[in-house]
């Protein structure tokens, strides 16, 4: 596994975003036969190839909505009050009426060695992301054409996929040409 080199990383999201997000859009209005066997797959070959904590960019550039369940346990964890961890760290967001981190990055982030100091009660939010387990993957798709700018994991996986597809797609003209 290769530690994520985040400049490199960021010219491959600037080269292939609008690529990819079209993509996800097209398996999003057509799913692929067997999509959540294909990712399941991919899953598997991503996490062998990613490594989480030389990256860290999730925690660096996005906030995670906190749930009244994560507010609990954390503040609990930290010895405070919902109502000052909340005044402390969080604001809210009137439109899509979540509690977020005021700052970026997150205030739980080590940035030495990319850990969380809180992981072990992190919000419901960072324990399942990427998200690229989901049993449903056509319906986090909105969720991955968002991640794939801040997630090299999201970026592996729907580049793989999209690999799959294309390979798919020639081994089916290839078939039809020999039939014909």
């Known amino acids: 596994m290769l530690p994520v080199n985040l400049k490199d990383f960021d010219k ?15 398996v999003e209005k057509n799913p ?3 999509l959540d066997k294909i990712a399941d797959q991919i899953n598997t070959e991503v996490w062998q190839e990613v490594d989480c904590l030389s990256c860290a960019n999730c925690c660096k550039k996005m906030s995670p909505t906190f749930t009244s369940k994560d507010l609990k346990r954390i ?14 760290w969080l604001e809210y967001d009137k439109k899509d009426k979540d509690w977020m981190n005021k700052t970026q ?5 080590d940035l030495k060695t990319n850990m969380c100091s809180i992981y072990e009660v992190r919000p419901a939010d960072c324990s399942g ?3 690229l387990n989901k049993k449903k993957m056509v319906d986090y798709i909105h969720v991955h054409k968002q991640n794939i700018q ?24 290839e078939r039809k040409e020999r039939e014909a």
Request: with cysteine; net charge positive.
């Open 12 to 26: 491959k999201v600037t080269e292939n975003k609008s690529k990819l997000r079209r993509f996800l859009t097209k």
């Open 32 to 34: 692929p036969r067997h």
């Open 75 to 88: 503040s609990a964890h930290l010895n405070m009050t919902e109502e000052e961890f909340r005044d402390k």
């Open 105 to 109: 990055p997150c205030q739980f982030l």
């Open 129 to 131: 992301f990427p998200h």
């Open 150 to 173: 801040y997630c090299p994991a999201t970026y592996k996986m729907v580049e793989k996929l999209s690999e799959r597809a294309a390979a798919g797609a020639k081994a089916s003209r």
